[in-house]
């Protein structure tokens, strides 16, 4: 019987509180002016995208670096800086030997080329090098040349020291004659004879035989001198 009554007691209560979900909201109007005041500044139109942050992997401008030397000798060690002096000087020394070498070859080319003009030996016999063309006819191997250049340097230190008088014109036996009893006259005469039989003789004067003969002009020239 309690029980009972507590139920019914219970669904009036229910019964009795308002329905929340069918109350009707209070009508709040708005009028258009309130309306423009309150939407005036809301920007309703395209989202403005931000600006873009700078862009921190840009390069900076770089600095005018001091350029380096193309071949810088404070870098290398002192090792490496010694093999590379001795090599420049080695390659200087080596340009410097081939440039006087060759030279040298020139000069010896156009000595060889070169005749004795002996014509002018014996118009300028007092003043002419003898010594020089004589080394010069030997070394090219003739020696019919150089067996006159021996005679005719026979008269010339007889001139210069007075034995003679030079003249071109002269025969070899007017300088005998002027000789006379002069101790070098027997070895100017035999030194004479086998010069005149070559040089007027046509004959071939061969390596061998001027050997044999050039003693003979060295030692009357040491006896003039």
Known sequence: MKVSLLLLAAVNMVSAQPNLNQEALPDREVSEETWKERTQEMNYGQRKSPDPEPDT??????????????????ALSPVILTLVIIIIATLIIYLLVQHFSDGDLRAKARDANKTVDLQK?????????????LKHAIEKGD???????????????????????????????????????????HDFKHLTIAYERVWYGDRNLNAMRFRQLEPAF???????R
């Open 218 to 224: 060295q030692k009357l020239l040491v006896r003039i």
């Open 143 to 185: 020696h019919r040349t150089a067996l006159r250049l021996y005679y005719l340097l026979l008269l010339q230190q007889m001139s210069l020291n007075g034995l003679i008088r030079w003249s071109k014109e002269k025969t070899n036996f007017e300088y005998l004659i002027e000789l006379n009893d002069n101790e070098l006259a």
């Open 57 to 74: 992997d840009e390069k900076m401008p770089e600095l005018n670096a001091p350029s380096e030397p193309f071949f810088n000798l404070e």
């Open 121 to 133: 030996v014996e118009e300028k016999l007092e003043s002419t090098d003898i010594n020089s063309l």
